[in-house]
């Protein structure tokens, strides 16, 4: 059953999603799965084997709770054949929770202390809606807990307002009124203008569900959680009244009035608050998800962000006050050198800082410069343009978000104990722009600074999909298993914590690894976490050319057949097209390789350690603007895209403030998605065609710029 769910909801074939659950159950790992086991899987992507993850385990979760249900009802002697058969084949938990709710224990209700004085028959009575009077009725249930008709009449219609709530056809529709028909409505709370200003736009707000984006609902969410708002999500209350009316109603009598008035009061004081309790967690839910997807994509984007790789970098905290805290690290990444300079007001000492400058990149044969976008950032690197260098090293402008969480963490203190924090922040500057996917890594993605109302969503959901990604753009990327730290490893599929430390570890013991193999002596390192992490791990110059390329040591002896089949060795075919292309592939198939596993062998073959980020490349900003006051509207102007949202992308030109492009001024066509026309980090030329000097708000577009 579970796979025939899977395949409904994913429309997917059932084979690919039986392999790809056995080799899961197996102890396989996703990258390893998508890049390993394509044969199996007909070739799913991580995204695509996380969804069968996902909807497995929702599928287990449902199961559970109808084991539970079953059991509750049956140990109240209440479950019948035909409610037991609903139950198990119940695809949707609104819909069990629905079946469940007659027979849910409950706190004493009216309707429960009704049927306590024996007024359920008089309810059944009336709802059968028949000409007698229901007075006379009423009268023979007198007692010394009903001493009024009144009373008795009141009690029955609280019994039938309880089976009207509890009536599994009628919640579904009004579920489905609500989905189709509700509005979001919010209302300011008085006295909280002031407090609430930047939730203007919702003081007196009204919009479809359907057409509200998730990236209001969050905020309005927020206004209410902050006490600024009172917010509703509901149908108009005639529609969902007629709706129970139209099966409850038969008439048109005194019983039927009755009935009536119970079905008011069933929708106001039962259905009502539980569906939208419903609709506002599943449209949270749906909002929740899709910000962590817009977050998710920013991260992977970032993640991925062209290194510049392996040289000495000069990097640059820059600042005004305080001075610009200096400090050089080597291929590797370590400290050589700091110093702090001041060539900004108030002390302006400009020469001197330029003699520093001059000295250190003379000294350590400085290759490239990396400065902060921070405060002083611009102008840091205005000041470094103007040295006159013997040879003029390239200067990159580093995203520092998130560089001040790090230099605070527990992993920057034990990486850089003796050091200050300015020292840790200016170190991990350079090391961005060496490699931004090891360094990022160390930091909390929310404090990265993209994405948005990342504290607002499920943290769980945020946190599992944060880590798929980083997962994802570490295997995508490969790890130098002789450079990497325990930081870095951990996310290398299989590995782990404890593992990954038992590595770093087995290096200062015994120094590089000469090859993969030599693996399986680290602790605790077995024979199946060695064949999940190997093909993710490279070595460099190591006993075996094949280490430093995806090629997966289960395939060595298939790629020693093929050099073998050439005449030559494994090193000559290495980086070698013209030679790997001699190959047929056809003479290589087998049960458990197939075209699929050829083909990324050949690209590893023919590309060994190939970065997939590219290069990093030198930015420049448009002279002559470094503030708010700068700007003026039709202005065209350089800036990198810093954060993409659902509804546009900021962008970075040179000031505190991000301009937005909205996302009707991306292109001049329908935009359904920012990414189709932009990416983070991408170099982009806008035209500034709104400015909000009150709110520091800038609208750029980039349609009609040349």
Same mark, same amino acid.
């Given at each position: ?13 059932? &084979? ?7 080799? +899961? ?23 695509? +084997? ?24 049956? %140990? ?22 629905? @079946? ?7 706190? #004493? #209700? ?8 024996? !007024? ?50 009628? &919640?579904?529709?009004?579920?489905? /009124? ?14 909280? %203008? ?15 569900? &359907? ?14 959680? %902050? ?49 939208? #309790? =419903? ?24 993640? @991925? ?51 520093? +400058? ?19 950032? &611009? ?39 003796? =050091? ?18 090891? =360094? ?35 295997? !995508? ?104 292309? =001699? ?14 596993? /050829?083909?990324?062998? @050949? ?29 003026? %509207? ?18 970075? *030109?040179? *000031? ?51």
């Amino acid at each position: 059953m579970k796979t025939t769910f899977l395949q409904q909801s994913l429309e997917l074939p059932l &084979r690919q999603i039986e392999q790809t659950l056995f080799l +899961i159950e197996s102890g396989a790992t996703t990258p390893f799965i998508a890049r390993y086991r394509k044969e199996q899987t007909g070739g799913l992507d991580e995204v695509q +084997i996380n969804d069968i993850l996902k909807l497995a385990k929702q599928f287990d979760e449902l199961e559970k709770r109808k084991e539970s249900i079953l059991k509750s009802i049956a %140990e109240q002697g209440q479950l019948t054949p035909k409610l037991e058969a609903a139950i198990k084949d119940c695809t949707a938990s609104t819909l069990l929770e629905d @079946l469940y709710l007659p027979f849910k224990r409950k706190k #004493t #209700t009216r309707a429960g202390v009704a049927r306590a004085a024996g !007024l359920e028959p008089l309810a059944e009575w009336i709802q059968i809606q028949g000409p007698d009077h229901p007075h006379h009725k009423a009268t023979s249930f007198l007692n010394d807990k009903i001493t009024s008709v009144e009373e008795a009449i009141q009690g029955a219609t609280d019994i039938i307002a309880e089976n009207i709530s509890e009536d599994t056809q009628i &919640r579904e529709k009004l579920r489905r /009124l609500f989905q189709k028909e509700a509005k979001v409505r919010s209302k300011l709370v008085k006295g909280k %203008e002031e407090e609430g200003s930047k939730y203007r736009d919702y003081f007196d707000f009204e919009e479809s569900l &359907r057409d509200c984006p998730s990236h209001r609902i969050l905020a309005l969410r927020r206004a209410e959680n %902050e006490g600024i708002i009172r917010l509703s999500i509901l149908p108009e209350a005639e529609s969902a009244l007629f709706l129970i009316e139209k099966k409850w109603v038969k008439g048109s009598n005194l019983n039927s009035n009755i009935v009536k008035n119970a079905a008011k009061d069933a929708y106001q004081r039962l259905i009502e608050p539980s569906i939208e #309790t =419903e609709v506002r967690k599943s449209s949270k839910e749906k909002a929740d998800l899709e910000a962590i997807k817009v977050f998710t994509e920013n991260l992977k984007q970032l993640l @991925l962000s062209s290194p510049l790789g392996q040289k000495v970098i000069l990097a640059i905290d820059p600042g005004f006050r305080t001075g610009c805290k200096v400090v050089v690290i080597d291929q590797n990444g370590n400290l050589v050198d700091k110093v702090t300079i001041f060539p900004h007001p108030p002390q302006n000492n400009t020469a001197e800082a330029e003699q520093v +400058i001059v000295n250190l990149k003379r000294k350590y044969k400085v290759e490239a410069i990396a400065v902060g976008n921070g405060t002083a950032g &611009r102008e840091t690197e205005i000041f470094l343009k103007q040295i006159k260098f013997e040879n003029t090293p390239q200067i990159f402008m580093v995203n520092e978000s998130g560089a001040s969480i790090y230099s605070a963490s527990e992993i920057a203190r034990e990486e850089l104990p003796k =050091e200050d924090i300015t020292v840790r922040g200016a170190v991990s500057i350079g090391r961005r722009l060496m490699d931004p996917l090891a =360094e990022l890594i160390k930091i909390d993605p929310k404090s990265i600074g993209v994405g948005q109302y990342q504290h607002d969503v499920n943290q769980r959901i945020l946190k599992e999909e944060l880590d798929q990604v980083v997962s994802i753009c570490v295997n !995508l990327v490969g790890v130098n298993l002789n450079t990497a730290g325990k930081h870095l490893l951990q996310y290398v599929s299989g590995l782990g914590p404890t593992l990954a430390e038992n590595i770093v570890n087995y290096r200062k013991e015994n120094g590089s690894f000469q090859a993969i193999k030599e693996l399986l002596k680290v602790s605790r390192m077995g024979a199946k976490v060695f064949e999940q992490c190997a093909g993710f791990l490279r070595i460099r110059d190591g006993e075996n050319p094949l280490d430093n390329t995806g090629v997966h040591p289960e395939r060595y002896q298939l790629v020693e057949k093929m050099a073998f089949d050439l005449g030559t060795s494994v090193k000559s075919i290495i980086s070698n097209p013209v030679k790997v292309k =001699e190959l047929n592939l056809k003479n290589y198939l087998s049960e458990e390789v197939g075209i699929p596993t /050829l083909k990324d062998i @050949l690209k590893e073959l023919e590309k060994p350690g190939l970065d997939p980020r590219g290069q990093a490349r030198q930015f420049s900003f448009t002279s002559g603007i470094f503030s708010f006051e700068d700007l003026k %509207e039709g202005m065209v102007v350089n800036g990198l895209v810093n954060n993409i949202t659902n509804f546009g992308a900021f962008v970075d *030109i040179g *000031i505190k403030e991000s301009g937005l492009i909205h996302i009707s001024n991306m292109a001049n066509r329908f935009i359904k998605n920012p990414n189709e026309v932009v990416k983070l980090d991408q170099e982009v030329v806008v035209k500034i065609i709104e400015i909000d000097r009150s709110r520091h708000r800038i609208q750029l577009s980039l349609k009609d710029v040349e």
